[in-house]
Every structure is written in structure tokens, then in C-alpha cells.
């Protein structure tokens, strides 16, 4: 085995946005010790971050995702002061639609949402087709248009401007992969990378987004993370609607305005498993089956739209209860873990490498209490249940 090369007090595996916001805030809780990102692709082309649609919400169920979404929106609000470039924020809100079935549960997340400050109007179908023209509500038994807030940002500018902040902050950038662990008494003492070098580290951070299951295996744990395809398709539109929010249908079809046309995707037709990590061609079949004939239903302007193209990220996905994981890998003393967001990462990375990063440098969350999102939940086969994961 290889001697060990150089030693960092902290070596975070993965440095997309959640690696990159846990050593960004490492700092700004005045850790002053030796930081290393590892990272296999630094031109993050098949990092979820890069390939999602980064849209921020506040339409959770759940007070803790509502909580996480709205700290870290005041991080995206004030990322030009800090960073001197624009987080890319258009906040444009996302229109939620439920059926008479979906009623009762936009009505309870509704409460939840206006309890933690969220600015939602909910509305039945006349005054929801008042203050969106463009919108078909016939078969609707209500609406909830985010007020503010709500939209959708840029990741690459954010990724950007927060690794260079990272590098300025001395932290080491270093190209490879994970590959294995050196693991004694439940300690991680090193990281090994591809091309065979060992680095020592005081704590190992698991940043990998899809392929955080995969990595953990590598130490002996065992986290329910995967990859799970999800196919985004860009259109235009002679006759664009105005002013769209990002808008879920019933079916979980979803669309949002970008640049002069529109993304839009769909929730897999059925039960889907992990995707084959190598795997980015989109599913195209699933325009015209899935996505095309409800926005057509939906927003009667999109009967005549021309699909320019696809592309497929994989969502990080946590098999055990589609919520993040944010603390110690069970068994582990100085192991942590940050991902399992499920597709609501991005506007979440902000408040989770926060709270990582205060566990780590404090002892203890200070800020947003990620309690409920304790890795230690699987074991005690504790799910936190959240009925909006779009
Ligand atoms: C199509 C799509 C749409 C989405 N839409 C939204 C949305 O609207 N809103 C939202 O909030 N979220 C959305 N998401 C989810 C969001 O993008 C992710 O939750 C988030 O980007 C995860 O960030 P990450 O840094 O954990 O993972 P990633 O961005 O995947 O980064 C992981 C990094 O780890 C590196 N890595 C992996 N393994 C190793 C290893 N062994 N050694 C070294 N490096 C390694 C990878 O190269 C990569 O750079 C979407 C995702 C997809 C795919």
C-alpha cells in the first residue's frame, strides 16, 4: 500500500454544491484547519448541480423542508453582496394544482407553509384563472401560487463563484477519485483516489450526490442513496403564456419559462429503479407520452410547442424516505454525510452545508436545527414523510 502523501484536517469527497457549501461555510464558522476537496470531474458536467433545474420553493409539507428551503433562500437573495455575481434568482414563484382527491393535502401543506412565513395564495379556480389567464382549471379544485420567494436560479454561476471563494480561503482542490477508505475502529484515517495516492484526513465529508451510496459502501456503510434518471426537455412557443410561475400539474408534470422558452419534465411513468451511473441519454419517448399531451391540457398555449432538445441528470436519490441526510454515517466517529436530497438539493444546499459545517466546527446545529434529517433515522427506521418531492 502506498504511504500516506499529505494529510488535511478535513477532506470532503465531492465538490459540486453541497461540497462546495459545506467548506464555504467550514470558514465562515472560523474553521481554520486544512480543507481538501476531492473531486473527479471538475468540469461538474454529469454533477446533478450542473444538471438540474434549480428551482427554490417553499411548497413543502414538511416544516423542516420548508424551514431548510427558506434559509437558504436568504443565502441566494444576498449571493451578489457576497459574491460580487448574481445567483441568476428569478423569483417567479411555482404554482401548485390539486384535484378534488389532492384537496385536503394542498389545504394541511398550505398551513404548514404560511405557519413557517411562507407568502402562498391559495385559491379555487376562478380567482386561480383570474391571476393566471393562460391556465386551464376545468377539472382543478384549487391552487397555490408562491407570492415570493419561490423561481428558480442559475447552479453553475453559484458553483462558480462559491469553489472560487473556496480556493481564495485556501482551500486544496484535488483531482481524483474516491476509490476506498482506510477505516479503523470505526475512524475513517484516510481516503484513497485512482490513481493510488492516500490522504490522510482528521474528518471525511461523503458530498457525492448520486453516488453517495456507492462511496459510502467503499468505508463498509450503508446509505440508501442512488441514481434515478429524470429526462429535462427544452421548448418554444409561438404564443408564450406571460409570467409563469414554475407549475406542477396534477399528473406531477411540471413546467417553467427558461430563457425565451420552456423546460418541462415528468415524474417516471412507473416505480423506477437505480439508474445505470453511466447513463445520460434522455428518455425521449417520455415527451411525447407523458409531458406534451398534459401541458397541451393544461396551459391550451403549449398545443403548439417545438421540443429543441433533452438532457438527463440523476437525482440523488435516498431510497428510505426521499428527504436529505445531513450528519454522521451510522457507525462512524468522523464520517459525514451530505446528500439524499432527492431533487430538491440545490435550493437546499445553502441551510444543509451550513448545518453540516456548524455539527463539524461547533458541535452542534445553530441555525436551523437538521435534527430530523440525522442519518441515524434509518436505522431506527424513522422516515420523514414529505408529500411534495417533484
Ligand atoms: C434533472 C434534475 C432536476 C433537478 N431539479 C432540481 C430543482 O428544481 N431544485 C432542486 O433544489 N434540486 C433539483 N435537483 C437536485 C439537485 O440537483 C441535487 O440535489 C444537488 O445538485 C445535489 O448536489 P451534490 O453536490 O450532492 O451532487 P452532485 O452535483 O452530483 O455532485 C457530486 C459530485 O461528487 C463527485 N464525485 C462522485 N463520486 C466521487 C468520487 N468517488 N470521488 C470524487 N468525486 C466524486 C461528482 O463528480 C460530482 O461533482 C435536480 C436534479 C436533477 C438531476
Known sequence: MDAISRKFDIVIIGGAIMGALTAFFLREEGFAGSIAIVERDRSYGQAATALSAAGIRQQFSTPENIRLSRASLAFYRDFERRFGVPAGFVEQGYLLLASQSGLAALKTNYRAQIEEGAEIALEEPQALARRHPWLNVEDIAAGATGLSGEGWFDPWSVLGAVNRHNREHGVVFIDGEATGFDVSGGRIDAVSCTDGERIGCGIAINATGPNAGVVAELAGADLPVEPRKRTVFRFTCPHPPGNMPLTADLSGVWVRPEGEGFIAGAPPPNED???????????YALFEEAVWPVLAHRVPAFEAIRMTGAWAGHYDYNR?????????VPGFDNFFVIGGFSGHGVQQAPAAGRALA????????????CAAFSPARILAGRRLTERNVI
Open 320 to 328: 428510505f424516505d426521499q428527504n436529505a441526510l445531513i450528519g454522521a
Open 358 to 369: 456548524e455539527l463539524i466546527a461547533r458541535g452542534a446545529f445553530r441555525t436551523i436545527d
Open 273 to 283: 429503479g437505480p439508474a445505470d451511473p453511466a447513463d445520460f441519454d434522455p428518455d
